[in-house]
């Protein structure tokens, strides 16, 4: 709506010292950010995006005459003398560009001493190149991301309202500049001034050497958890995607080796292979690899009724043949190679491990092959206070599929399904599609709850991946595939990104 609105702020001399709201969209590779006075313009450069600065009145300022939608009615205010502004480079702000600004009336306030409820410390890409993948919103490490985090997630958080929060960003160009943060951490924690501190990590951890720059977002996990442990020890909180333990955790895979053996986890065996073993003898590696997938099977059988087809595959009914050969710290479904002979194990384990460039990994996990139809992703978002004795219902459910693999034997084909396009495909058994969301929430029980040991408390949110089969009327047979980190696809949940900003905030000011 057009003409004069009511302001909070009362009629002003010139002069008049103030405080305004000053804001750098992240997706703004132009945007003037502010240089704490204790931070030096080395790299890694820690530079505050959004907060409230000290100024004074340029000319007077009277309520009255105040409209939204006419900037020259706005508050004119010039920032303290000592404050410096610089680029996401480092490069200093021109005098006359860091003079008087026009400000909305509702980003001035009077003097104050309080601080803010929340410091966001946003550990981002130096790069300026534009992440243009699939999604609402691009991926964790783009520009674009990040700038939606603060319009949607952050600015309209009930207890952030009056804009309680400051944001800095701590650029980083490559792994080292990682290296260098445990050294900065007391001082970055010291920077923020909020009576809650949080990060959002917006990298990639993998496992291959640096190739000397973040502009994809992928850095050495080495690098990055010693500087998300660094912090965290300085007093500034993991918020997104996890805190390290359980980031590290998620993201080793390493967790579908120790669940494979308990029967309440439904997962397919696995076991893990060193890549010295693939160096040195790789059809032995397999063999020997085969041979444990078929022990775990033994030892931990899934249940199969009368008339029911073999599980989890037909396959494998008589001896592992088939199964996928997995690398931890991989993202976006890449460095996954299925397998369908022993022989053939033994090549895809020396692709990934030893033929791919760069890769630095110490390890690779094999699993047997599951048949499924459909995947079904369970999302999580625990209550304040859940304890794992309570049952937790899903905030979402969301199905996909998978085509078959390629002939270099790569996942293909992902498919987005509603709940009824796989009904339809079921043969509208609507049975078999209860049956296996009641499966899966149900294993999800156990799952979240063997979370818990590896933080202090619930996780603000998760995703639950589950394969889904038709095995009779009314029946499904449901096998779990993975735990996915906060920042995960949320496919067609159109709401999913904010409520999980949402959560991870919710977390962060507990």
């Known amino acids: 709506?057009?003409?004069?609105?009511r302001s909070p702020v009362r009629c002003l001399s010139v002069g008049h010292s103030v405080q305004f709201f000053h804001e750098a969209d992240p997706d703004d590779v132009e945007a003037w950010y502010v240089l704490p006075q204790e931070a030096t313009s080395s790299s890694p450069l820690l530079l505050q995006s959004?907060?409230?600065?000290?100024?004074?009145?340029?000319?007077?300022?009277?309520?009255?005459s105040y409209c939204p939608e006419q900037p020259v009615s706005w508050p004119l205010v010039v920032p303290r003398h000592d404050i410096s502004f610089t680029d996401r480079s480092g490069r200093r702000c021109p005098r006359e560009s860091a003079r008087a600004r026009r400000v909305q009336v509702h980003l001035v306030r009077e003097l104050a001493a309080r601080l803010p409820l929340l410091s966001v410390l946003l550990v981002r890409r130096a790069g300026t190149l534009p992440i243009t993948r699939e999604g609402q919103f691009g991926s964790t490490p783009s520009d674009m991301y990040?700038?939606?985090?603060?319009?949607?997630?952050?600015?309209?958080?009930?207890?952030?309202?009056?804009?309680?929060?400051?944001?800095?960003?701590?650029?980083?160009?490559?792994?080292?500049?990682?290296?260098?943060?445990?050294?900065?951490?007391?001082?970055?924690?010291?920077t923020l001034r909020g009576r809650h501190k949080a990060s959002f990590w917006m990298l990639w951890p993998v496992e291959w050497e640096d190739c000397g720059c973040t502009e994809m977002g992928y850095v050495v996990r080495e690098s990055f958890f010693r500087a998300m442990r660094s912090c965290q020890a300085s007093g500034i909180c993991s918020a997104f995607p996890h805190p390290a333990d359980l980031y590290e955790l998620i993201a080793s895979k390493s967790w579908k080796v120790s669940l494979s053996l308990?029967?309440?986890?439904?997962?397919?065996?696995?076991?893990?292979v060193s890549r010295s073993s693939v160096e040195s003898d790789p059809v032995s590696a397999a063999r020997k690899a085969v041979f444990g997938l078929e022990q775990i099977r033994r030892q931990n059988p899934?249940?199969?009724?009368?008339?029911?087809?073999a599980a989890p595959s037909a396959v494998n009914e008589f001896g592992v043949t088939r199964g996928v050969v997995k690398l931890g710290w991989s993202w976006e479904a890449k460095d996954v190679m299925v397998f369908n002979s022993e022989e053939?194990?033994?090549?895809?384990?020396?692709?990934?491990?030893?033929?791919?460039?760069g890769c630095t990994a110490s390890e690779c996990i094999v699993q047997e092959w599951v048949?499924?139809?459909f995947e079904l992703r369970c999302y999580f978002v625990p209550p304040r206070g859940w304890v794992s004795s309570h049952f937790l219902k899903p905030e979402r459910i969301e199905w996909n599929a998978w085509g078959e693999p390629c002939a270099q034997g790569r996942p293909r084909g992902f498919e987005l399904l509603t709940e009824e396009m796989c009904l339809s495909r079921w043969g509208q058994d609507e049975g078999t599609m209860l049956s296996a969301k009641e499966q899966a929430v149900e294993i999800s029980q156990h799952l979240l709850a063997w979370l818990l040991p590896t933080g202090s408390r619930p996780v603000p949110m998760i995703r639950l991946d589950f394969m889904t089969r038709r095995v009779s009327s009314g029946k499904a047979r449901v096998v779990f595939g993975e735990f996915c980190e906060m920042g995960a696809a949320m496919l067609g949940w159109k709401e999913g990104t904010v409520t999980m900003w949402r959560a991870a905030l919710d977390s962060a000011l507990r």
């Open 146 to 190: 990040m700038s939606a985090l603060i319009r949607l997630g952050i600015m309209p958080h009930p207890q952030l309202a009056g804009h309680d929060f400051e944001l800095f960003s701590l650029f980083v160009n490559d792994s080292e500049d990682l290296e260098r943060v445990a050294d900065m951490a007391l001082q970055i924690a010291s």
């Open 344 to 357: 053939e194990l033994s090549w895809r384990m020396a692709e990934v491990l030893l033929e791919s460039s």
């Open 1 to 5: 709506m057009g003409g004069r609105s």
């Open 371 to 373: 048949d499924f139809d």
């Open 50 to 64: 959004h907060g409230w600065l000290d100024g004074t009145l340029q000319e007077e300022f009277c309520p009255r």
């Open 302 to 309: 899934f249940p199969v009724l009368p008339g029911e087809p």
């Open 262 to 272: 308990d029967p309440l986890a439904m997962l397919p065996a696995a076991v893990v």
